[in-house]
């Protein structure tokens, strides 16, 4: 009977430290998990921010000191580039993105808008505000998200000042002609403005867009100190973004991602390299109704009637860097002919190469609208927030798939897309697992309890067994010793 008793009470004991113990490490459990804000929240709560820096080349960062840049590659995901979609040039390009689908999807083939029937064409700026160039029954990103509740604005971003199906963006900036392109006091205004939007206004999804390295790139190419010293001058805007997000208390509610639209190479000018003039190899007057040339690497050209065959083998092999193709043979890979605004004859040259027309009156240094398989086509992919692992290096992927990344930081569902999920999912933070750290404590915590399951085990068997070796004794030592009648009686 007192064996069963002290065996009770130290079972009690050990229960009651071993109940004590898990509850300590209980109540420590806040302290060892994630920091607050991290993955809390479902995947679609956050707000996102689309900033695109127009003509920025893969490697623009690696030959300048980019001490912002570089430190968003710890805190965020950086892709190892992205290739965008051909044609290499700013208005397809940017609505590829916010719509995922490829330009003969979406229609806006070219940053002209044009009529090969009135022959009439529109500046890049100038299409901004024509709704009839940019409605071609594809929704972009802006128009899906305020179906499904959610608040948005664009930001000087192509597109942005179209209407699609008769809805417009909620809020909308469109890039006046004379809008100057590289005042850093303007750069940081404008992120002061969207600030506000996100905090003041409670928008959900803002695209920001800026018309730079693209025009020093341009004016100056892509090799010089001038770029250079324009990539600085981003990095610092990067860097007021990251502080003006902790300054209005959204870090762990804002979403970031930094792209562009596609990269800069140095054109090839006499007397180093033969340059492209169409008008060496065919008489205009005769053979073409329209075209589109003189615009950098690419161009296109509506034949006059019964023409078409004569233009194309005039140019096939008037050039060795020179391309020709009739609308119908155009590489399927490119996924750009099938569109009915696409003309039909289509050439582009080789990296450099610029395409002239009637005279070489083309000025720019540096250019684009090449092959987007080439390098110096290739651009950025930067991201970071309450979503997005830290540290990433993400492989190369199409800027198409952007597109159902963002619908899936919104949350919500996406219109028919060209992209995949499958090239951007590994950045993101898994919601349905737990984070690294998270699965460290409760390894800790299994294992001590583990412990403590053990020595109260232990505490328990040694305590029976001590007790029964005790028992033991004891009747031993009254086998030895009987007790005498007298005390008997």
Not at 221 to 229: C, L, S, W
Request: hydrophobic share 35%; aromatic share 10%.
């Amino acid at each position: 009977k007192n064996w069963a008793c002290d065996f009770c009470a130290v079972s009690y004991l050990s229960m009651k430290r071993l109940s004590s113990l898990l509850l300590l490490l209980i109540l420590l459990k806040p302290f060892t998990c994630h920091p607050a804000g991290r993955n809390e929240k479902e995947m679609g709560s956050n707000k996102l921010l689309l900033v695109s820096f127009d003509g920025f080349r893969w490697n623009y960062d690696q030959d300048v000191d980019t001490p912002n840049m570089d430190l968003l590659v710890k805190q965020g995901v950086k892709a190892k580039y992205i290739t965008p979609p051909f044609v290499t040039m700013t208005s397809p390009s940017h609505f590829t993105t916010i719509t995922g689908r490829w330009i003969e999807d979406h229609g806006v083939i070219h940053n002209l808008m044009f009529n090969p029937e009135t022959l009439r064409k529109f500046s890049h700026k100038a299409t901004q505000n024509k709704t009839e160039w940019w409605d071609n029954g594809v929704l972009p990103l802006w128009i899906t998200a305020q179906n499904q509740g959610k608040k948005t604005a664009s930001f000087h971003y192509p597109g942005g000042g179209a209407t699609y199906k008769g809805q417009s963006v909620d809020r909308t900036l469109v890039e006046s002609f004379d809008h100057p392109d590289s005042n850093e006091t303007e750069w940081r205004e404008n992120i002061d403005m969207v600030m506000s939007w996100f905090t003041k206004e409670n928008f959900d999804f803002v695209t920001l867009y800026y018309g730079e390295p693209d025009q020093v790139g341009h004016r100056k190419g892509p090799e010089t100190e001038d770029r250079k010293i324009i990539i600085q001058q981003i990095d610092r805007t990067i860097g007021y973004l990251v502080e003006a997000i902790e300054k209005h208390n959204l870090k762990n509610k804002l979403n970031v991602i930094i792209t562009s639209d596609h990269g800069m190479t140095t054109v090839k000018k006499k007397p180093e390299v033969q340059e492209i003039l169409l008008s060496n190899y065919i008489k205009f007057s005769n053979l073409v109704k329209f075209d589109i040339l003189d615009y950098g690497g690419f161009g296109m050209i509506t034949p006059k009637v019964g023409k078409e065959e004569e233009l194309y083998q005039a140019l096939k092999n008037a050039h060795p860097h020179l391309k020709v193709y009739k609308k119908e043979e155009f590489p399927e890979h490119f996924h750009y002919a099938k569109h009915e605004r696409v003309l039909p004859i289509l050439v582009y040259g080789d990296p450099g190469y610029s395409v002239n027309g009637r005279f070489i009156l083309y000025v720019n240094k540096g250019d684009h609208g090449f092959d987007n398989e080439d390098m110096d086509m290739k651009t950025i992919f930067r991201a970071f927030g309450p979503d997005f692992k830290e540290n990433y290096l993400a492989e190369p992927f199409d800027s198409i798939h952007i597109y159902p990344l963002m619908c899936k930081l919104l949350g919500i569902n996406p219109q028919p897309n060209n992209g995949s999920l499958e090239f951007t999912q590994k950045m993101l933070i898994d919601t349905s697992q737990p984070e690294p750290n998270i699965l460290l404590t409760a390894i800790i915590l299994s294992a001590i309890a583990a412990v403590l399951v053990l020595i109260f085990l232990s505490s328990v068997t040694y305590t029976a067994i001590q007790r029964k070796k005790g028992l033991k004794k004891d009747h031993r030592k009254a086998m030895k010793n009987p007790p005498s009648s007298s005390t008997m009686l």
